[in-house]
């Protein structure tokens, strides 16, 4: 089989497993997993918000969670400015997009090198996080909404259906949308970098010099790519903010960003299939090591297999260790060699009787 028609039919195995996911599993299983699995979907997004930005566009930025809590922060405050969610889901996705589009241009245009983007995106990052965790008091205000400080917001008012105030999203509706949200991310980036602004920002990616040469302007390209993460990962936030009906300076932190980047490490950069499926392996996996705690014993070996933090630490680091490129790569690596050793014994197999 080609590699073209293995392309195609991941993808439409990735899209009848999607689909089949989406409308089964509310039949299936409890509310509290629903709300669980509703929130797996909305950080998958914001992965891939991540892997179009640093695993297509090679730009390593450790802001991804600024322009996911300007997101989430804009609806909440937003929301409890209009009342009705369409408008303020417009200016979740626009604000973290301008504010990436005006940061990416005087990084990108500076002509600031790529250790120094890291840096950057991660110090606006806690810049965001202490000035928003600075506003507890009750002159902190935008409207009707208050910041809340490290108390953050909380009651923020669910989704309706667009233009219609009376229709709220309910859980049901949360995990629809969060997922129908997810897969039409994931087909509409594989589309994007199928085109030929895809295949400039990854021969871009491979090597700038070399595409300037060619009369493209990486600048603008960087700039583009930087700024459609940033609104993939304000809709994530949006989605966020709705799903908890809460919203704290958290979502700016350090382990917040850190927590995006493993993500896409441990998924695999350069394919959008693994950040999702890294997402949501990390995520569940935490989920299991936080509610199967160990109670009682105050020997070493209790308090540490207690610390799932400590735990999921370890497993991560061996797993970067053990698996470099990431578990999707290395499933393809490990598959095309099954293929090709198969191939060898087939022409190995004919060779005899061709001789005959």
């Known amino acids: 089989m080609s590699g073209r028609n293995l392309n195609l039919l991941g993808l439409v195995l990735v899209g009848v497993v ?39 566009g090679g730009i390593l930025c450790f802001g991804q969670s ?64 202490n000035s928003v965790n600075s506003t507890a008091g009750p002159e902190f205000h935008i409207g009707a909404a208050r910041l809340g400080g490290f108390n953050g917001i909380p009651g923020i008012p669910p989704l309706n259906w667009p233009f ?60 583009a790519t930087f700024t459609i993460g940033g609104a993939l990962a304000g809709f994530a936030g949006c989605l966020f903010a709705n799903w908890g009906a809460f ?31 890294g997402c949501i392996g990390i995520q569940w996996l935490s989920a299991a090591l936080g509610a199967n705690q160990p109670s009682g014993g105050s020997d070493l070996w209790s308090k540490i297999f207690a610390n799932a933090p400590l735990i999921l630490g370890v497993i991560l680091i061996a797993f970067v260790l053990l698996v470099p490129r990431g578990l999707v790569p290395t499933a393809a690596d490990v598959a095309a060699f099954v293929l090709r050793g198969r191939r060898r014994r087939e022409q190995r197999g004919l060779e005899p009787q061709q001789a005959e």
């Open 66 to 129: 600024a322009f996911f809590g300007l997101g989430a922060y804009t609806y909440a405050i937003a929301m409890f400015n209009m009342g009705e969610s369409t408008l303020p889901v417009v200016l979740a996705v626009i604000l973290p997009a301008a504010f990436a589009a005006l940061l990416g241009y005087f990084m990108f245009y500076g002509r600031i090198s790529d250790v120094y983007l890291g840096v950057i995106t991660l110090t606006v990052t806690l810049i965001l996080f």
């Open 164 to 223: 219609n105030k009376g229709a709220a999203v309910d859980l049901e509706g949360m995990f629809y949308l969060s997922t129908g949200s997810l897969l039409l991310t994931y087909f509409g980036l594989r589309l994007l970098l199928a085109s030929q602004f895809g295949r400039i920002i990854v021969g871009i990616r491979e090597n700038e010099r070399r595409a300037e040469l060619l009369g493209y302007d990486p600048r603008a390209y960087k700039l």
């Open 18 to 56: 999607g689909l089949i996911f989406m409308f089964f599993t509310p039949h299936f299983a409890d509310l509290d997993t629903v709300l669980e699995l509703t929130v797996y979907m909305i950080m998958a997004i914001l992965a891939l918000s991540l892997a179009l930005v640093w695993g297509y």
């Open 247 to 277: 919203v704290s300076p958290t979502i700016f932190g350090l382990a917040q960003s850190a927590q995006i980047i493993i993500w896409v490490i441990v998924g695999g950069r350069g394919t959008l299939i693994g950040p999702v499926i």
